[in-house]
């Protein structure tokens, strides 16, 4: 199949969703195209390490959280393709790819991310009727990765319930345990966060509860990964760390290629997710794929599959600090969480998720 991709932002460098996605695609011998703008929260966008993957790149302009580049629609008109795939509800290239689904043949699937927590007055209910409700309307398919954003995205933009799959998110489960155990910050106990540096991702609950293992002499360092979108936040989480003398016990990494990111998963002892929203957290699957034993905040489609199984999820500072404390002391509980969670994230390899994507590609093509 010929597959053309269209976003809003794109950076060949990181890992993320619509990177692995289409580099499994490729894999597996289908063509791909990337529509997208030139602009990017990343420094030096380009094009794609791999040739088997065509990246263009149009003239943005940033309009709150998405990118309008209309420079690319005489060119995406003559696009021939089997399936088209946009990103995001709300954003340019969903919207884009919507209406022109009225002018163009091309059977079009959309990735329908969104705020489903969101509430939304009644002047954007005009404006999302337009840019986000009637291009949902035009689409002939689309996945979330949750049952409750498909129960949203029915509530709120009226789509056809038959149009709407649940497909989650992966991991490649090969990479992240090809990577080895190396002792990065000798033998400290190691509390891992990946992801960006925003308030979204409240990572001061974190830090807070480093005090309970100081004041129990404890060992240990927390290690962030990820690029920082708010300055002013991570002053905020220093001057945090400084007041309850906890600085000298942080390592902020800031972002690093994902293909190194698996060391720093199997060479960490415990992961702490702590955002207060989150769509389907993928770097909490990522270090269930290495065995490593979480503590979540109850957020996300993999945080809800996680409640299932056991009681390792918090709401403040002290709650995370004594689970911290029980795992530091406990190493067989840290083994056996981590082979549990482990055995979950293995339904979620992509090998597993891309089967979904192509055969809802292939309904689509066929009509069915």
């Not at 291009?135 to 689309?142: I, V």
């Not at 082979?339 to 994230?345: E, N, Q, S, T």
Request: net charge positive; aromatic share 12%; hydrophobic share 40%.
């Amino acid at each position: 199949m010929k597959i053309v991709h269209v976003c809003d932002y794109y950076n060949p460098e990181v890992g993320g969703i619509l990177n692995l996605c289409i580099e499994k695609l490729a894999d597996r011998g289908h063509e791909i195209v990337l529509y997208t703008s030139n602009i990017s929260s990343y420094k030096n966008p380009g094009k794609h390490k791999r040739e088997d993957i065509t990246v263009k790149r149009y003239p943005g302009v940033a309009i709150g959280n998405f990118v309008v580049f209309p420079s690319m629609i005489k060119d995406f008109i003559k696009e021939d393709a089997d399936i088209i795939q946009s990103y995001v509800a709300g954003f340019f290239a969903t919207t884009i790819c919507g209406y022109l689904r009225l002018v163009k043949p091309t059977p079009l699937v959309v990735r329908a991310d969104f705020n489903y927590l969101e509430r939304v007055s009644p002047i954007k209910h005009i404006y999302n009727f337009f840019w986000t409700q009637l291009p949902l309307k035009f689409a002939d398919a689309m996945f979330v990765n949750m049952d409750i954003m498909k129960y949203a995205i029915q509530k709120r933009y009226h789509v056809d319930e038959k149009k709407v799959k649940v497909i989650p998110d992966g991991v490649d489960f090969k990479k992240i345990n090809k990577a080895r155990k190396k002792r990065l910050f000798g033998n400290k106990f190691v509390i891992l966060n990946v992801g960006r540096v925003s308030r979204v991702k409240n990572l001061e609950l974190i830090i807070r509860s480093l005090v309970h293992l100081k004041r129990n002499k404890k060992d240990f360092v927390f290690v962030m990964i990820g690029p920082c979108e708010d300055e002013d936040y991570f002053n905020t989480l220093i001057d945090i760390a400084r007041k309850i003398g906890v600085i000298e016990h942080i390592k902020f990494l800031g972002k690093i290629p994902y293909e190194k990111i698996a060391t720093y998963y199997k060479s960490s002892d415990v992961y702490v997710q702590s955002s207060s929203l989150e769509s389907f957290c993928s770097s909490t699957l990522e270090a269930m794929a290495a065995g490593l034993p979480v503590i979540a905040t109850k957020t996300g489609a993999i945080g809800y599959e996680l409640f299932k199984k056991y009681d390792y999820w918090v709401k403040t500072p002290k709650e995370l600090g004594e689970k911290l404390l029980e795992l530091y002391d406990d190493s067989q509980k840290r083994k056996s969480v981590g082979k549990m969670l482990k055995k979950i994230a293995k339904q979620y390899d992509w090998e597993i998720i891309v089967d979904k994507v192509e055969s809802l590609y292939r309904c689509m093509i066929q009509g069915d």
